[in-house]
């Protein structure tokens, strides 16, 4: 074989897997059948041409040169069908045109008018003497191409995101693979003879084409990708090229090229699938030789995925010791994790450990220092050989107290968050190579998974404050009113205990006192209590209450403030409402937030509406509905998507907060709240809780994006 002619094999090879793929192809039916269709008219071509340098003799010099034109006349209207099908513009006047003017120009091909001779040409052994026709065919060939790449330049212009990403990956395809192959022109128009080298190019643009648009990568990876492996390609094909013809011509005192190529496409392919094969035999091994290795391979793996969801510590960090301890055979471990405002290190879950008296490391001791500075697995056996280190003497004699053969560190952002201890195995092995490197990674996993449950905590911790601040805000806003209705009725009763020595013996006064007295202080106990409940920490419990109840206490606490400002409450609860799974104080917090709210808005002489309902959602369950709506000024419908968001408010003194934890509250009771407002009219807000939940619904983001609540 002509190694000139190796360029266009390996091109029509090329052709053949990817048209191959393509057509196979179920999704984008249409467009895959252009590419196919493209792809084999380049195929016939390339192919056309090796064999046409191999020809034995102008006979079939002349058969070859007529295959691959047949494919070549068919190539420009093939790709402007692809192109158009790509993007989805196709102009059925035009595409009938050029395959008319194809049928065409392949009837001259039989002809002598388009090729009239085939004759010796640099590296061919036959090439085309063009005929009085072939000169029509070129400029129709450039003519449709630079047509199909107007194209895509134009829908480039205007495209964004991966459909601009793919239209550079076909233009840039088509550009480089084009180039390459039109220097085969140059030759049959005698311009410069140079060896079909560019086919080559064509090869690389149609794997642009495969991997960019039919896998849909990026540019920048195909051509990342496609130069390493020809760097690969180069360097393995070099040598072993060198070595197989220096065994030739010692061995056999000649060279031949069929297999020199032979066996350069065998070390290709031995190199491209041994990586492919590599893993699955590595597992299948691992499965049958060494069961037990690749059995804690694989449940540690698993771990290491589940532990990023957990976001409880002390669950984090006593499954992190169980899973270890279990799959990899270690009788005792222990965690330690960073405790800042202690200075050190707390022993936070164990196995098998003798806890000592003060279960804490501070961060100056000799193993916590060690493991900080250097960041690394150590283990204690390794250390013992240079045990004449002063420093290394104060890590072993520490890991021995610990009952420690390997110390893990646990980094987090550059900084010591924890440490893993485990003890020897039971089957007495050492650690291994794989060992460390499956506990490292594991070690960086657990790190991260530490510290987002530390700032879950932390973000729940936060939410407890803020909450608390919230209701003693609102106690401050309802003792001053308080204070005012107490005082009242302990005026009216000093004014009767003085008179009371005078008028003793007046029957219908003493009737009076006793029902006036005994009915203000009922008032101002069910005041004080009120105000206590809602005062006093309690932990979150959820109950079956009546919500009518539990409104009619709200309403109660904030009745000193409607009378200042003389709103009338209408109160309109629906009876034989069912009970309702709340936590009480919590529901109360809402209740008054929004009421607070409300009398604020309203102005003097106003009315606030309390109504309770009950409703079935489509496809959910039953709910109860709390429906607060005031007279008020209302909220500007720009601003009413953004009312719950923390920290929005507009009123000069506000939190921004009120709102914000109400909705969370609402939402942590699998409810939620949905608001109507018209300027200057008034606004209603609609409190929707279900009938029943097991518990208390958690978000992970308190104080994120809420998005408003519908119906």
Known sequence: ??????????????????????????????????????????????FGIGMEIEAPNKSWGFFWNQWLYSGAIFIPTFF???????????????????????????????????????????????????????PFFVLYFFGALIYSFFLIIKELRNSVGMKRNELKSVLLGSVIGFSGGSTNYLLVFDVIRIPPVGNYFLAFGLFIHFYAIIRHRDINIVLTKGATYGLMTLLLLIPSGTLVILGQKHLFKEITYVSFTFILLILLLVAVFFQKVKPQAERTVERFLFKDRYDYRE??????????????????????????????????????????????????????????????????DPLPHYL???????????????????????????????????????????????????????????????????????????????????LYEDLKRSKSYIRRADRLASLGTLSAGLAHEIRNPLVAIKTFTQLLPERLNDEEFLNYFTNIASGEVDRISLLINELLNFARPYEPK??????????????LLVSTETKRKQINIIQNYSAHLPPVQIDREQIKQVFLNILLNAIEATPENGTIAVKTSSF?????????????????????????????????????GGSGLGLSISHQIVEDHKGYIHVESRLNKGSSFFINLPLTQESPKRRRDDFGNHPHPSL
């Open 542 to 555: 959820l109950g079956y209450e009546d919500i009518n109840t539990v409104l009619d206490g709200i309403v």
């Open 1 to 46: 074989m002509n190694p000139l002619s190796i360029s266009a094999f390996f091109t029509a090879i090329t052709c053949l897997i990817l048209g191959g793929i393509v057509l196979f192809r179920k999704k984008e039916e249409d467009v895959s059948r252009s590419y196919g269709l493209f792809v084999i008219g380049v195929f016939i071509w390339i």
């Open 372 to 454: 900080e500075k250097f960041g690394e697995i150590i283990i204690r056996e390794e250390l013992a050989k240079g045990a004449n280190i002063p420093e290394l003497e104060g890590v072993i004699h520490q890991m021995s107290s610990l009952e420690a053969e390997v110390s893990i560190p646990l980094v987090s952002k550059g900084h010591l968050v924890g440490i893993i201890n485990l003890s020897y195995k039971f089957n007495k092995d050492i650690y291994s190579h794989e060992d460390i490197e499956l506990l490292s990674t594991l070690a960086n996993q657990m790190a991260v998974a530490i510290e987002n449950a530390r």
């Open 299 to 364: 449940t540690l793996a698993v771990f290491s995925k589940a532990i990023v969801s957990i976001l409880d510590l002390r669950s984090l960090s006593k499954r992190g010791i169980e899973t270890i301890t279990q799959t990899m055979g270690v009788e005792k471990a222990s965690l330690f994790l960073l405790n800042e405002e202690k200075g050190g290190y707390d022993l936070y879950e164990s196995k098998n450990i003798k806890i000592p008296a003060v279960p804490i490391l501070p961060k100056r």
């Open 616 to 652: 079935t959602k489509p496809g959910g369950g039953p709910y109860i509905q709390i429906e607060f709506t005031d007279t008020g000024c209302g909220i500007p419908p720009e601003k009413l998507e953004e009312i719950f968001n923390p920290f929005f408010t507009t009123k000069s």
């Open 80 to 134: 402007l069908q692809f192109v158009q099908s790509y993007l989805g513009k196709k102009k059925r006047n035009l595409l009938t045109s050029c395959y008319i003017i194809s049928t065409i120009l392949l009837i001259f091909n039989f002809t002598p008018f388009f090729v009239k001779d085939v004759i010796p040409k640099g590296s061919f052994n036959y090439a085309s003497v063009p005929g009085i026709v072939f």
